[in-house]
T-cell receptor, first 116, second 113 residues
């Protein structure tokens, strides 16, 4: 069965500093990978996705993520964090056997706090 | 505005009561899903649908029923509410097998007392 691990429950960074959120997955084939962001009281918004091609993918709001097959990782990065980036971030893997993104397995999330 | 609409936003139920959480999307998406979000557990898939008339179970289906009579609507029914079903419920939809990512509704916060 597929699984996703986000080892950092909480992360605090200063505004303007760089950010890296870790995500490790377990899946038998090439996975469909996603990063979502959730602001307080809101639903989830897709930041970026990967399922083939260039292993460095660009998303919205200045985020990027790199797929590393050898490390089973899909870490999210941003070169300079803004106070508005404070939110909870979820990594997810899709089940390619049922069509790719249909049965998402989510990590437990990383809560990002930004210090001014 | 196009998107996924969930109603109600908040609900308190007594143990044993039944209710239906509504979900509607106006993007003509074939794929729809229900997730529950609990602290420290991320989101877990309850049921999903790949088109009108077709539904299947996810990771945590017990105590919930779904049906999909139209492309637009995907209601979630709680048959006999239990305190363990206290959670935030999200409906999501996607085209093309979900590979472009899902659009999520704003959620229903359910408390069962």
């Amino acid at each position: 069965a597929q699984s996703v691990t986000q080892p950092d429950i909480h992360i605090t960074v200063s505004e303007g500093a760089s950010l890296e959120l870790r995500c490790n997955y377990s899946y038998g084939a090439t996975p469909y990978l996603f990063w979502y962001v959730q602001s307080p009281g809101q639903g989830l918004q897709l930041l970026l996705k990967y399922f083939s091609g260039d292993t460095l993918v660009q998303g919205i709001k200045g985020f990027e993520a790199e797929f590393k097959r050898s490390q089973s990782s899909f870490n999210l990065r941003k070169p300079s964090v803004h106070w508005s980036d404070a939110a909870e971030y979820f990594c997810a893997v899709g089940d390619i056997l049922t069509g790719g993104g249909n049965k998402l397995t989510f990590g437990t999330g990383t809560q990002l706090k930004v210090e001014l | 505005n196009a998107g996924v609409t969930q109603t109600p936003k908040f609900q308190v139920l007594k143990t044993g009561q039944s209710m239906t959480l509504q979900c509607a999307q106006d993007m003509n998406h074939e794929y729809m899903s229900w997730y529950r979000q609990d602290p420290g557990m991320g989101l877990r898939l309850i049921h999903y649908s790949v088109g009108a008339g077709i539904t299947d179970q996810g990771e945590v289906p017990n105590g919930y029923n779904v049906s999909r009579s139209t492309t637009e609507d995907f209601p979630l029914r709680l048959l006999s509410a239990a305190p363990s079903q206290t959670s935030v419920y999200f409906c999501a939809s996607s085209r093309d097998r979900g590979v472009d990512g899902y659009t999520f509704g704003s959620g229903t916060r359910l408390t069962v007392v």
